[in-house]
C-alpha cells in the first residue's frame, strides 16, 4: 500500500469511527453494503400490518414464499411469473425494471421505499433462488 493510500485510508477510519454512532441508518450507509440472502428470504415473508384494517402485506402476498413458483397480484388476481431466475431467466435482467419495481412494491408492501440495504438483500435473496 502507498503512503497516500494508507493515509487516505486512515482518514476514512477515523472519520468512519467518529461518525459510526451518529450515522448508523443513515439512508447512504448501506450503499456499500453486500446483499444478505438470508436476511432477504426473511424479509421476503415479513407481514406488514395495515393502518386501514386491510390485511397485511408481504412480498409473498403477490410472489408467493416460493420464488420458482407464480404468483398473484392480490389486487387484480393477475398471475405473475416465477420471481426466480432459475426457472425465469429474465428476471433481473432489466435494472430500470427492477428499479421500478421495487420502488412501487415497497411502497406498496411496507408502506415506504426500501433502503439500499433492503433492496440489496431481497435481491441477493431472488438471486439464490
Ligand atoms: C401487489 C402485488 C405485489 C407485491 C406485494 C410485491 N410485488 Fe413485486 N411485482 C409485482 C408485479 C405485478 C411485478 C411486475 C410484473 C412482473 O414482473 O411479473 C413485480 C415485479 C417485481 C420485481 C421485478 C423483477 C424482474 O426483474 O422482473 C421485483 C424485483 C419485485 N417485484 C420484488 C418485490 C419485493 C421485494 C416485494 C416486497 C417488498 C414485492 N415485489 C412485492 C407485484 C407485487
Known sequence: MTELKRNRSLRVLAVQVLCGGLLAG???LPAAHAGD?????AAWVQEHP????APARSCATCHTDDLTQPGRHAKTGKP???MAPSVNPERL???AK???WLRRNCRWTLGRECTAAEK???LTYI???
Open 50 to 53: 395495515q393502518p386501514n384494517g
Open 120 to 122: 440489496a438483500d431481497f
Open 26 to 28: 443513515a439512508a447512504w
Open 98 to 100: 427492477v428499479e421500478k
Open 80 to 82: 405473475i411469473e416465477p
Open 127 to 129: 438471486k439464490s433462488q
Open 37 to 41: 440472502a438470508a436476511a432477504g428470504a
Open 93 to 95: 435482467s432489466d435494472q
